[in-house]
């Protein structure tokens, strides 16, 4: 269920902070987060953000297309290796 259009879009305090000081700066250094349910906001566009996943950081460049959704969506926690070979279709 999405949160209420009155409310508003939700951003951790404390990345709003690293944003601020990463927009105001010259530097482009990744933002390293571990707030994988903040919402991503036009201001978000061009920073590079370090999302943690659970075991490791993965870094996700922040273009116009991704405003709207959740930063955890580009920082996926499960690794797909492949299906077993009993289920592969023999040739």
Not at 16 to 32: C, G, H, V
Not at 40 to 63: C, D, Q, R, Y
């Amino acid at each position: 269920m999405s949160r209420s259009i009155k409310k508003g879009f939700f951003v951790d305090p404390s990345l709003w902070k690293k944003i601020n000081a990463a927009q105001k700066s010259t530097s482009r250094k990744p933002i390293r987060t571990w707030s994988r349910r903040s919402t991503v906001t036009p201001e978000f566009v061009g920073l590079t953000f370090e999302v943690h996943n659970g075991k490791s950081f993965i870094a996700v460049h922040i273009t116009e297309n991704m405003v709207g959704h959740k930063l955890g969506e580009f920082s996926p926690t499960r690794t797909f290796r492949s299906h077993n070979p009993h289920t592969k279709k023999a040739i």
